[in-house]
């Protein structure tokens, strides 16, 4: 399951472009916390301690414990909805929080890890993973960093669905169960050595014989 990691915060008082500029030169990066049963205000935090708790996760959408300076209730349980950064320096720009509590139903979009080296891939074939992450539905307590999945036993022309994923308890998706994740697909260099064998030696014997047979003609 994923961890809960803890931010420091303050209830920020001040609005506007101007103000959100000044805080980002400052290293602190303007956010807002909505949902639950209150109402949606503004929040202040220094940017660096967020970037090095978001770096340790695996998805955008992670759990935090916000201590909030000035706060009617100094600490929020919440998701981080979104995170908007700059487009050319990668800096914060702004996050959005969502407050939820123990028995709330969230969702987050997960990574999807496949592991393993599958039955095809030692013959010839290629894994190609074709969705990378997925949304899910659970408890907070039950949010996972990743779904893992072991492909070791895919052979030739084998994929894995959605319905295959190996979601922890208590989680779940709303994907379509038919819809691939991964395939184990056989690449042109395989399907050429497949194809040899018996019938291969043959025809290149015979081959071999025409051309032999074309260089006496030639010589006589």
């Given at each position: ?7 420091q915060a303050?209830k920020?008082?001040v609005?506007?472009t101007t103000?959100s500029?000044?805080?980002?030169r400052s290293?602190?990066?303007p ?6 049963s ?6 202040q935090?220094?940017?660096k301690?967020f ?6 996760q695996?998805s955008q959408n992670?759990?935090?414990n916000l201590?909030i300076e000035?706060a009617?209730?100094?600490?929020k349980l919440a998701i981080?909805q979104?995170i908007?950064r700059?487009?050319?320096s990668?800096s914060l720009?702004h ?6 509590s123990?028995?709330?139903t ?5 990574p ?8 095809g891939?030692?013959v010839?074939?290629?894994?190609e993973q ?12 039950d949010l ?7 492909v070791?036993d895919?052979?030739?022309?084998d994929?894995?669905?959605?319905s295959?994923l190996?979601?922890?308890d ?16 056989q690449?042109r260099?395989?399907?050429s050595e497949?194809g040899g064998g018996?019938?291969?030696?043959a025809?290149?014997e015979?081959?071999a014989e025409?051309?032999e047979?074309s260089?006496?003609s030639?010589?006589s």
């Amino acid at each position: 399951m994923a961890t809960q990691e803890t931010l420091q915060a303050e209830k920020r008082d001040v609005k506007g472009t101007t103000a959100s500029k000044r805080l980002r030169r400052s290293g602190i990066v303007p956010a807002v916390i909505y949902g639950a049963s209150q109402r949606e205000y503004m929040i202040q935090l220094n940017s660096k301690n967020f970037f090095d708790v978001a770096k340790k996760q695996g998805s955008q959408n992670f759990l935090v414990n916000l201590e909030i300076e000035g706060a009617e209730e100094k600490t929020k349980l919440a998701i981080v909805q979104d995170i908007q950064r700059d487009p050319l320096s990668g800096s914060l720009i702004h996050i959005d929080f969502r407050a939820v509590s123990e028995n709330d139903t969230i969702n987050a979009t997960v990574p999807i890890h496949l592991h393993g080296e599958p039955a095809g891939v030692k013959v010839g074939g290629l894994l190609e993973q074709l969705i990378r992450e997925i949304e899910v539905f659970c408890r907070p307590g039950d949010l996972p960093e990743a779904i893992d999945n072991d492909v070791s036993d895919l052979e030739l022309g084998d994929s894995l669905k959605v319905s295959n994923l190996n979601l922890p308890d208590g989680v779940t998706t709303k994907m379509e169960g038919d819809v691939l994740v991964a395939l184990v697909a056989q690449t042109r260099a395989a399907a050429s050595e497949g194809g040899g064998g018996a019938k291969g030696e043959a025809e290149g014997e015979k081959a071999a014989e025409d051309e032999e047979s074309s260089e006496e003609s030639s010589e006589s």
